[in-house]
């Protein structure tokens, strides 16, 4: 089976609270690393794997972030930009949300955080498995030593997922594999975003749909993602990643 992938969401509506002034009058996914914004290495990277039209969820500071996609469109003609406005900040879920009509009719589609770099052979890699393979909902998973930052991914090892718990507790995960920010879909997870309440933080959390999807029984499998990874969520994190990420070769 081969699942045609035209477009890609990509959530850039949150500030990056910890990161303090870097982020007073730019939002994360535009800060610069390796000579280009976060977001710009993504988007950069998907599009070499064929996906060329590219929907970007905006909030803090949105108009920064639909002035960049202006301006990466004009130097980019061979795709399509669409910025869509989160007029809420509701968290990850409320943001996917925004991103339906963008989505709509499609079979299946990539998606995930707009502020997080990755070892640029991760991507390809999981665009082929979310062509591929069989699946409800696709998601990208990386080691750390403890994931109570993110999502700790409990995995089975057929690499079906069979838990997320969002955000634990410094040391109390059991599993040292961590959400990595990037997922496939078809329109199914819709209709799990829409069955989401407000979590403690008072967001709606996309982990928290997912989960909904596992305790239905639906497949949600999980592919490895190898090498650099960062959330770049502390200033020291930013820093780290100006050091150890390479700028992205031109064509």
Not at 52 to 80: D, K, Q, T
Not at 215 to 223: K, Q, S, Y
Not at 226 to 242: M, Q
């Given at each position: 089976m081969?699942v ?5 969401v990509?959530?850039a509506?949150?500030?990056g609270a ?9 939002p994360?996914?535009l800060?610069?690393i390796?000579?280009a914004?976060v977001?710009?290495h993504?988007?950069?990277?998907l599009?070499?794997?064929?996906i ?6 905006a ?6 972030v639909e002035?960049?996609?202006?301006a990466h469109v ?5 795709i399509m930009?669409?910025?869509i406005?989160q ?8 943001a996917?949300?925004?991103?339906q009509?963008?989505?709509a009719?499609?079979?299946r589609f ?15 890699r999981f665009?082929e498995?979310a ?9 990208a998973?990386?080691?750390v030593k403890?994931?109570?930052r993110?999502a ?7 690499l ?7 955000k ?5 995960a059991?599993t ?5 920010g990037?997922?496939?879909a078809?329109?199914c997870?819709?209709?799990?975003l829409?069955r ?7 967001e709606?959390?996309?982990p928290l749909a ?6 239905d029984?639906?497949?949600?499998r999980?592919?490895e993602?190898r ?10 994190d930013?820093?780290?990643?100006r050091?150890?990420?390479k700028?992205m070769?031109?064509?």
């Amino acid at each position: 089976m081969t699942v045609q992938i035209r477009k890609a969401v990509l959530l850039a509506a949150g500030r990056g609270a910890r990161l303090g002034e870097l982020t007073a009058k730019i939002p994360k996914p535009l800060l610069e690393i390796a000579g280009a914004p976060v977001i710009a290495h993504i988007v950069q990277v998907l599009e070499r794997t064929g996906i060329r039209e590219f929907g970007i969820v905006a909030g803090y500071l949105a108009e920064r972030v639909e002035e960049w996609c202006r301006a990466h469109v004009a130097s980019n003609p061979h795709i399509m930009i669409t910025p869509i406005r989160q007029l809420e900040l509701s968290g990850t879920g409320g943001a996917m949300r925004a991103a339906q009509p963008f989505l709509a009719g499609e079979e299946r589609f990539v998606f995930g955080w707009g502020d997080i770099l990755m070892d640029r052979a991760n991507y390809p890699r999981f665009v082929e498995h979310a062509r591929h393979d069989e699946f409800d909902l696709l998601l990208a998973a990386n080691r750390v030593k403890d994931p109570f930052r993110g999502a700790a991914v409990y995995i089975a090892p057929d690499l079906r997922v069979e838990r997320l718990d969002e955000k634990p507790a410094a040391g109390t995960a059991k599993t040292d594999w961590n959400n990595a920010g990037l997922f496939s879909a078809g329109q199914c997870l819709f209709d799990y975003l829409k069955r989401l309440e407000r979590s403690e933080r008072g967001e709606y959390e996309l982990p928290l749909a997912i989960s909904l999807m596992i305790a239905d029984g639906l497949v949600v499998r999980a592919v490895e993602m190898r090498g650099f990874w960062s959330d770049i969520g502390t200033p020291a994190d930013v820093e780290a990643a100006r050091a150890l990420f390479k700028p992205m070769r031109t064509r």
